[in-house]
């Protein structure tokens, strides 16, 4: 080797490797939040990276809303038996069975929101510190000004103007009982960066991000696709459309884009070519302009 | 984007006077790296503003508080990509108010570039960004000497600045300084050249930030390889593996390397160097990788493996240029965590030696209170030695920050002289 230098996503990564040790080199009891989403996706094959030849030293935790792409869940089975670590769920579903947390009502209505008390309750129970996320800087404004290393005081809450200064690479995870911190490995990425080194790096994602026929319906200006938790108005028309999903969340707010890209090669091209961000098609994100900043104040992810 | 393409940090100061947000927005639209969605938003609210056109500045607005007051209040991190370059910008807010803002997003920074309103020259705000930019050691600046087009694209006035900004610098410790005049508003000498500044011969700011040498920013010299944590997989074929995890601070480690653990100075031989992908032959900052050693020492977080024949200081009293970050002032001799790269000791601060008037950059010997923002030089006694190099030569292992125990909050920020 001649030169002494790493090329921009090789420095991503060895970034995201030094903050995953240091997370568990901080913390006593760290989790991945693991959705089956490409970001959570990139930062367990990270975390992979960090600890070779040791397996994962923690377990992935899910926050599974029971609306979820069957495709995903599939897929988050195959990747923890892969890895042979423990997987914990926190179950929107029971949330709610619990009398935590009421339904929305609507037809708009998700279960988004609700993830926020799963999640805390989930972090109590397990007795988390850390909860380590695939958020990116560049997905939202709000996010923007995220920290490495966030800190959550005991009501799981984010206040963005008290947050600790991060100068160089010393991360601070210092916490009282009862508090948490969230990791963001994958801050410095943007999208493009992702689906680059998903390329590069070959790393398996859900079939769902790849161009697949689907029955979709047209609704705030994207295709929903259609499922057993989708209330149809009256207008609305069912269709079987060629399309992929530019990120994952939950069946009943993602929306897909039309789309031919049917390979990693194919999807980078596309995204490289992209005019919207890829939270346009996110109804959670679309509710008012500080969406985003208001549900990561109260504990989401 | 090419295989050898670098990540270039570079940081912002300027306040929105200074047309800082209008840079940026300037930077990122004629990159085209906004999108249609995001470019909607702002055009709606420019409209909702009653601006003319659109306000390329509202594209850095971030919190709440933020699009309320119209300013910035903390660092805010932003991304764009062209064929040549990754670039991260630490949009930092200028204000004196916010120099602790301003030090958190030069630190990580290759290239600090400075705003100067054509029409005001260089004024104490200028001065303070020059001087954070020579403390934190950003190893090159662009000064970028912005609305033009109110001056008449005047060569004359864009010498006068170049020359008060030289009297400044040349008392600072910066190497490389570069000027440009620009309009960001109109996109004069941002992304594009100029057409109306014929007699500047210089690159516009796009080109510059693209083509810089910042290969030679990284400390090559000195090897130093801070322990994060140790691996010790115990399964099937790994059974006695024990490796050293870590970020190589600086230098480069190479297999067979004579290697001394810091503090307890045990030595022994690099073994291997493994990734999951391959076993290297070398690794250099700032690669992550294990380390494993001929021989079996008790090594864990906090030790530090460097080269026998180049080995830092190992010392409990170290001097340090402060800045005090938090609300709470410093308290006299109070005990702090101190943590420098993977080693957490507690401190005290000793001595305050003085203090820096930050707007005309003069001493001050009589003031020895640690307020938010202030910036001074402090003696610093640590119960147990960490392993140091002045930070002016290694920004990694010269750097620490203070934690107060009471708090857990990070209250200041040092770097070793």
Request: proline share 0%; glycine share 0%.
């Given at each position: 080797m001649s030169k002494y230098y790493l090329n921009y996503l090789d420095e991503l990564e060895s970034e995201a490797i030094f903050i995953l040790r240091e997370v568990w080199a901080q913390f006593e009891n760290p989790v991945i939040m693991f959705s089956g989403g490409k970001d959570s996706i990139l930062v367990t094959h990270l975390a992979k990276k960090a600890f070779y030849p040791a397996k994962i030293p923690f377990p992935l935790m899910h926050v599974d809303t029971g609306h979820n792409f069957p495709e995903t869940i599939q897929f988050r089975d195959d990747v923890i038996e892969d890895l042979g670590v423990k997987l914990i769920i926190g179950s929107v579903q029971e949330s709610i069975d619990d009398g935590r947390v009421a339904e929305e009502k609507g037809k708009?209505?998700?279960r988004n929101a609700l993830q926020i008390t799963t999640l805390l309750d989930a972090i109590e129970s397990n007795k988390i510190d850390c909860a380590i996320g695939g958020g990116?800087?560049?997905?939202e404004k709000a996010r923007a000004k995220e920290r490495f290393f966030s800190h959550r005081d005991d009501f799981g809450q984010w206040d963005p103007k008290n947050q600790r200064p991060e100068l160089w690479n010393i991360f601070n995870g210092k916490h009282f009982e009862g508090e948490h911190f969230r990791a963001f490995p994958i801050s410095n990425w943007t999208e493009m960066d992702v689906w680059n080194y998903i390329k590069r790096e070959n790393i398996a994602i859900p079939s769902l991000y790849f161009a697949h026929e689907r029955e979709v319906v047209w609704r705030q200006d994207t295709w929903i696709p259609n499922s057993e938790f989708l209330i149809l108005e009256d207008h609305e028309e069912v269709v079987t459309k060629k399309i992929r999903f530019r990120t994952l969340g939950d069946i009943t707010i993602t929306g897909g884009d039309e789309s031919e890209a049917d390979t990693l090669e194919k999807i980078a091209t596309e995204v490289a070519g992209m005019r919207n961000t890829e939270r346009g098609n996110r109804s959670d994100d679309k509710r008012s302009e500080s969406a985003m900043e208001d549900r990561k104040r109260q504990g989401y992810f | 984007m090419l295989d050898n393409n670098q990540l270039l940090r570079f940081t912002t100061a300027g306040s929105v006077d200074d047309g800082k947000s209008t840079l940026i927005g300037r930077l990122l639209y004629d990159s085209k790296s906004i999108f249609e969605d995001q470019l909607e938003a702002i055009t709606n609210t420019s409209k909702k503003k009653g601006h003319k056109g659109v306000d390329l500045a509202l594209f850095t607005d971030g919190l709440k508080d933020e699009r309320e007051q119209g300013i910035t209040i903390d660092v805010a991190y932003r991304y764009f990509t062209t064929p040549k370059r990754k670039f991260i910008i630490a949009d930092t807010p200028g204000h004196i108010q916010y120099t602790r803002n301003m030090v958190t997003g030069a630190s990580t920074a290759n290239v600090a570039t400075i705003l100067i309103d054509a029409r005001h020259g260089v004024i104490e705000q200028t001065k303070r960004h020059a001087f954070i930019a020579s403390l934190l050691q950003i190893p090159h600046i662009i000064v970028c000497v912005n609305k033009m087009d109110l001056v008449d694209y005047s060569e004359k006035v864009y010498n006068d600045i170049v020359r008060q900004f030289e009297d400044i610098s040349?008392?600072?410790?910066?190497?490389d300084v570069r000027f440009i005049p620009m309009s960001a508003l109109d996109g004069d000498n941002v992304v594009n050249k100029s057409t109306n500044m014929p007699w500047y011969q210089g690159a516009p700011m796009l080109h510059t930030l693209e083509t810089m040498h910042i290969s030679s920013d990284i400390n090559k010299v000195d090897a130093r390889f801070p322990v994060q944590t140790v691996l010790r997989p115990q399964s099937e074929g790994f059974i006695d593996y024990r490796g050293y995890a870590g970020r190589v601070a600086s230098g480069i480690f190479r297999k067979g390397d004579d290697i001394t653990v810091m503090p307890s100075g045990f030595t022994s031989k690099i073994k291997s160097i493994d990734t999951l992908d391959a076993a290297l032959e070398e690794a250099h900052a700032p690669m992550s990788v294990s380390i494993t050693l001929e021989d079996d020492i008790d090594i864990s977080r906090g030790d530090m493996i460097v080269r026998s024949n180049n080995k830092p200081e190992a010392s409990q009293d170290i001097e340090v240029m402060l800045c005090w970050l938090n609300n709470d002032s410093a308290k006299p001799r109070a005990k702090y965590t101190i943590k420098h790269t993977s080693n957490d000791q507690k401190a005290m601060i000793k001595e305050v030696v003085y203090k820096y008037n930050i707007n005309t950059l003069e001493r001050v010997n009589d003031d020895k209170e640690l307020n938010m923002n202030d910036i001074c030089k402090v003696k610093i006694r640590t119960t147990k030695p960490l392993m140091v190099d002045a930070y002016r030569e290694n920004r990694t292992t010269g750097s620490i920050i203070l934690v107060d125990d009471a708090t857990n909050e990070t209250v200041a920020a040092g770097m070793i002289v």
């Open positions: 708009n209505a998700t990116r800087r560049d997905e | 040349s008392k600072m410790l910066v190497t």
